[in-house]
């Protein structure tokens, strides 16, 4: 017999908001929305549960179109509102949607400080390596020389390694995936909802009227076999259309070989709780000379700063009792100005 008394399954169609979405034709944001608002329901929290917090951007519409609660907040400060939120709130569930611009630039004291201090939260990041929203300038994730509406000559900066980033933090949960790789999206999403504490995640997502093409070489059938690295705890680190090519570790240098030439033992073994040096290696991987890797970098425990917080000021109140403003705001030395 069924359970009456169990809540109704929720499907996408549940966490779809009433309002239209408003992204250019085309645009890698969509396929990201569909594959969240397709993974909320294995996740099994309900909406109400559920908080989504965005800054300034393309990317930040996000909470719009999600059928749950959300704050669209001040650029660059998703972190902040997301850290007070989970102080306050431990038992929500709380998705930060940040841009390559938005998280990385005026925001980025904030997301290096959430990730350190391992707040139980996710942050998706989509990097489409431009600003959009402002029509086409570069930002901290665009190639070196690359020529745009506030670099015409190209640009002189060394662009931001987003997983580097989060690793010299000591981030806990680092992975990446590509707006086209739905299925590749959808494990990562369910994979960071499980992590316990901070987990982000950096998605690949195409620009098609400022920076179209961008991810060309990982998203073309007929090349992304060769300029991908799908990673998988435990496997070897092999691509390739038939998985011929690997990478080994010289020391501490990867470098490129040939199964065949040096045999599948010399391949090295993907391990997401591994040496952090090797986490920081996989994040540096890119073309011309390496494939993209994408999947979980590194996955770890920690404690979380939010859970700390709050067993601190448990046993406060257990050795000292509740609180009471008034009595604080009237003891030790006061006095009164006529």
């Not at 690295?229 to 070897?236: Q, R």
């Not at 490129?256 to 709780?273: K, N, S, T, W, Y």
């Amino acid at each position: 017999m069924p359970d009456d008394s169990a809540p109704p399954r929720l499907t996408r169609d549940d966490f779809k908001s009433d309002q239209a979405v408003r992204w250019c034709p085309g645009c890698g944001d969509y396929a990201i929305l569909a594959q969240v608002q397709r993974t909320m329901p294995d996740l099994h929290i309900p909406r109400e549960n559920i908080v989504f917090i965005s800054g300034i951007g393309c990317s930040s519409r996000f909470p719009y179109y999600m059928n749950t609660y959300g704050f669209h907040t001040i650029h660059g400060r998703a972190p902040t509102f997301g850290t007070g939120l989970k102080m306050s709130r431990p038992d929500l569930s709380v998705w930060l949607v940040t841009g390559d611009g938005d998280g990385l630039s005026i925001g980025g004291n904030h997301f290096i400080h959430v990730l350190r201090r391992n707040i139980d939260l996710q942050i998706l990041l989509f990097n489409n390596r431009i600003y959009g929203l402002t029509k086409g300038q570069a930002s901290p994730t665009s190639e070196l020389g690359k020529i745009t509406k506030s670099s015409p000559f190209g640009t002189v900066d060394q662009p931001f390694r987003p997983l580097s980033v989060a690793l010299g933090t000591g981030g806990t949960f680092v992975a990446r995936s590509i707006d086209r790789e739905p299925a590749h999206l959808a494990s990562l999403l369910k994979r960071s909802a499980a992590h316990k504490g901070t987990a982000f995640l950096e998605i690949f997502q195409n620009c098609n009227i400022f920076n179209d093409g961008a991810f060309a070489d990982l998203t073309d059938r007929k090349r992304k076999a060769d300029t991908v690295l799908k990673l998988e705890h435990g496997k070897p680190l092999l691509f390739g259309k038939n998985k011929e090519k690997g990478i080994r570790f010289n020391g501490f240098t990867p470098e490129v070989v040939e199964v065949e030439r040096v045999g599948l033992d010399a391949i090295a073994v993907h391990d997401e709780q591994g040496d952090i040096g090797y986490h920081f290696a996989l994040a540096q991987l890119a073309p011309p000379h390496f494939p993209t890797p994408i999947g979980v970098i590194r996955a770890v425990e920690k404690p979380c700063a939010d859970k700390l917080l709050n067993d601190q000021l448990e046993e406060a109140t257990r050795k000292l009792g509740p609180g009471d403003l008034h009595s604080l705001l009237h003891s030790g030395v006061t006095w009164t100005v006529k």
